[in-house]
């Protein structure tokens, strides 16, 4: 019987192609699995409702994994430090064996926690579990960081092979006697009242719903993902987003994955398979880069990059941001993204952009009042994703849109949801006006609303901003920040 090793399960809740746990089942250590609920790990950004939601599923599916290979979950909750000592203490354990995180706040509490590992008798054996490319060992050539997205993924492309994926383990031989646990259900990691219907329908948590969510895309949307991958009235992404984030799949095993179907479409020829799989790649490189960037600026995630942007007169409009969450604005499309939001849990990227720039530039609203509900409705909520997204859409982060580039929100529709399927799909209210009226209701003729059974400012709001007074007030703030010198300090 070898010696008892802790694994403890942080971002990386899978079994397949997990570093950690096969650097101890390598040692031929007595595995004991834990994973510990703490809430400094956050920092100012504690779970979020729909965060919290995943994170009791995909904590039963990693359960329930490994009671199927012999072994179990434990569960702790408090200071992660003090849980891993007394674990330790426990079970007989000298080393513990963890995937990094990447994120402020348990970045810096992991070096606290490796002293005190360390103080304790305990030896850590740390590895990159969660991303592609350990944000730290990407460089430009002066040695610091890449703010340009491009430069940033031309310096990955020699660093694209990370080894080999290692299989789930069959077997693990179960501990003498199990240390204590809590249960998953005691961690109150569901909502009191049930509004979690919708995401059930449309998730499926957990090592074995990403497995399935890649294999879909790689068999059904991967070869048009350059076509398809901006259209939110079509399936043509790959949803593995929440998957991701919770590490119930590593980027191991997705490259290894994307170089078969490459090397088999290279044979079989599809058209289009080399072209759809290379976008897909250069867009998970873009979660990459936000690991990056926050690693290297960690106060991002609540300061904009540029420092011009502190001085931005931000609007305090709290009606205008009532009307944002609900999918009440009058614009379709960003009614109608906010909808699939709250209902699933998760909006189509091209959305996420239309409805952001809606926020900061229509309604001039700070981008940090966009991240905490992007935060506490997504089922991906990610710090250094959303960071990005916000920050790229307010021009204030790296790599941004430009400042003056103002989404139109009726233009976008009208060019990614030229049917108005989506529209109708989550409004439905509207969902019987002709298609050239579908983005722009207020503009429909009185009787062709009559027909549709649409009545602006009662079955459907008015919008609640003129986009183009909205889009000249937006420069001419933008314009005022860029003038003003910055004050000396
Ligand atoms: C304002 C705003 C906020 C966002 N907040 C988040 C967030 O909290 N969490 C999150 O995972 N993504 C966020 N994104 C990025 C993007 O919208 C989602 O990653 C994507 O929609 C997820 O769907 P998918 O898995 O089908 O993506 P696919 O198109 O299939 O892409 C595959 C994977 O690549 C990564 N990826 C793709 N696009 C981006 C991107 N622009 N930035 C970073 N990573 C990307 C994701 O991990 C994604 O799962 C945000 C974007 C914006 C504009």
Redesign the pocket.
């Known amino acids: 019987m070898g010696e008892p090793a802790i694994v403890w399960f942080r971002r990386d809740l899978r079994l397949d192609d997990h570093p950690a746990l096969d650097a101890a089942l390598a040692r031929g250590a007595v595995v004991i699995p834990v994973y510990i609920a703490d809430a400094r790990e956050e920092g100012d950004w504690p779970l979020g409702g729909a965060s919290r939601w995943w994170l009791h599923h995909s904590l039963r599916a990693l359960a329930a994994a490994l009671e199927g290979c012999g072994s179990r979950l434990l569960v702790r909750q408090g200071d992660a430090g003090r849980e891993l000592l007394s674990l330790a203490a426990e079970c007989g354990a000298r080393t513990v064996y963890f995937g990094r995180r990447y994120e402020p706040a348990a970045r810096a509490g992991e070096q606290e926690l490796l002293q005190r590992l360390q103080q304790g008798g305990l030896e850590a054996a740390t590895f990159n579990t969660s991303v592609w490319h350990e944000p730290s060992a990407v460089r430009s050539v002066s040695g610091g960081a890449y703010q340009v997205f491009t430069a940033y993924y031309r310096a990955c492309q020699v660093r694209l092979d990370q080894g080999t994926p290692a299989p789930p383990p069959a077997r693990m031989a179960p501990a003498e006697r199990w240390p204590r646990s809590m249960s998953i259900e005691d961690l109150g990691l569901l909502p009191r009242w049930d509004w979690a219907g919708g995401l059930r329908q449309a998730w499926q948590p957990g090592e074995t719903g990403a497995q399935a969510a890649l294999d879909r ?1 790689l068999k059904a949307g991967a070869a048009d ?1 350059d076509r398809l ?1 901006d259209r939110p009235d079509r399936e043509g ?6 998957h ?2 919770w590490g119930e799949i590593g980027p191991r095993r997705l490259w290894q994955r994307l170089r078969r179907v490459q090397a088999a479409g290279n044979r079989a020829g599809p058209v289009g398979a080399s072209e759809g799989l290379a976008a ?1 790649l250069r ?2 490189h ?2 990459e ?2 690991h990056h960037l926050l690693w290297h600026f960690p106060q991002t995630a609540r300061q904009p990059l540029r420092p011009e942007f502190q001085r931005f007169p931000w609007v305090e409009d709290d009606e205008g941001y009532r009307a944002w969450c609900r999918g009440q604005t009058g614009y379709p499309i960003v009614d109608a993204g906010m909808r699939q939001l709250w209902a699933t849990g ?4 091209r959305v ?2 239309i409805a ?1 720039s809606f926020l900061v530039k229509d309604l001039q609203i700070h981008w940090e009042r ?2 905490a509900w ?2 506490d409705t ?1 089922v ?3 710090l250094a ?2 960071t ?3 920050q ?2 307010a021009g204030c982060g790296a790599d941004a849109a430009p400042y003056f580039r103002v989404f139109n929100p009726v233009l976008q529709a009208e060019r990614f949801d030229p049917e108005g399927s989506y529209v109708r799909r989550w409004v439905p209210e509207l969902a019987k006006l002709a298609s050239r009226w579908l983005h722009r209701p207020w503009q429909a003729p009185a009787a062709v609303c009559e027909e549709a059974g649409v009545h602006l400012g009662r079955t459907y709001p008015a919008p609640i901003v003129d986009h183009e007074t909205a889009r000249q007030r937006a420069l001419a703030a933008f314009d005022r920040i860029k003038r003003r010198r910055a004050p000396r300090v």
């Open positions: 895309f993902y991958r992404t790959s949803l593995l987003s929440p991701l984030h897909f867009e998970l873009w979660r880069f936000a998760w909006m189509h990227n996420r952009m952001a966009g991240a992007f935060w997504l991906d909520a990610d994703n959303n990005l997204g916000w790229w859409t």
